[in-house]
T-cell receptor, first 110, second 115 residues
Framework: GDSVTQMEGPVTLSEEAFLTINCTYTATGYPSLFWYVQYPGEGLQLLLKATKADDKGSNKGFEATYRKETTSFHLEKGSVQVSDSAVYFCALFGAQKLVFGQGTRLTINP | EAGVAQSPRYKIIEKRQSVAFWCNPISGHATLYWYQQILGQGPKLLIQFQNNGVVDDSQLPKDRFSAERLKGVDSTLKIQPAKLEDSAVYLC?????????????FGSGTRLTVV
């Protein structure tokens, strides 16, 4: 079945550092891909998305490119802030539903 | 637009008791989902409704969990009787287009603790 694998956390960085959170997927066909963010005590918020190969999703300084050849959708940000501390979930839309990875907890220290 | 509303925010019950969660989706969203998020894991789909019909409940433990969506709007999820392993955050979400292009909009969730 469809599945998503994320890099294990937690990830701890200093403010202004470069961020990469790896995400790879297994799916039939070409699913839409998403990154969601969950701040403490809140629900999941859509961060960015890509619906076809080579699409780049971007929002709030975060980017991810849909790579069909490597079945990946890695999340990147050039300069993280303390306010980016949260749990990040990679997800794919397959078989008419969203399937999530296990999440990566990110902590940014000032 | 108003978001997905869920209540209560927190609930603590003893094992073998029953509990119910309520969700009001975004107006006009035909599809509604209940997810279970156990601490340290990604959300897992329990049940999906299209209007007031069930589309997918393959991951719903039907011996203890039930859900309904009356009139295709609000939905309730019930657990009876609860077990310790049901401790989790229960997330409700809705979508306009089924989710393929715009994804889902999630509520803040209900955190259930079973003691």
């Amino acid at each position: 079945g469809d599945s998503v694998t994320q890099m294990e956390g937690p990830v701890t960085l200093s403010e202004e550092a470069f961020l990469t959170i790896n995400c790879t997927y297994t799916a039939t066909g070409y699913p839409s891909l998403f990154w969601y963010v969950q701040y403490p005590g809140e629900g999941l918020q859509l961060l960015l998305k890509a619906t076809k190969a080579d699409d780049k999703g971007s929002n709030k300084g975060f980017e991810a490119t849909y790579r069909k050849e490597t079945t990946s959708f890695h999340l990147e940000k050039g300069s993280v802030q303390v306010s980016d501390s949260a749990v990040y979930f990679c997800a794919l839309f397959g078989a008419q539903k969203l399937v999530f990875g296990q999440g990566t907890r990110l902590t940014i220290n000032p | 637009e108003a978001g997905v509303a869920q209540s209560p925010r927190y609930k603590i019950i003893e094992k073998r008791q029953s509990v119910a969660f309520w969700c009001n989706p975004i107006s006009g969203h035909a599809t509604l989902y209940w997810y279970q998020q156990i601490l340290g894991q990604g959300p897992k789909l329990l049940i999906q409704f299209q209007n007031n019909g069930v589309v997918d409940d393959s991951q719903l433990p039907k011996d203890r969990f039930s859900a309904e969506r009356l009139k295709g709007v609000d939905s309730t999820l019930k657990i009876q009787p609860a077990k310790l392993e049901d401790s989790a955050v229960y997330l409700c979400a809705s979508s306009l287009d089924g989710g393929q292009v715009y994804g889902y909009t999630f509520g803040s969730g209900t955190r259930l603790t079973v003691v």
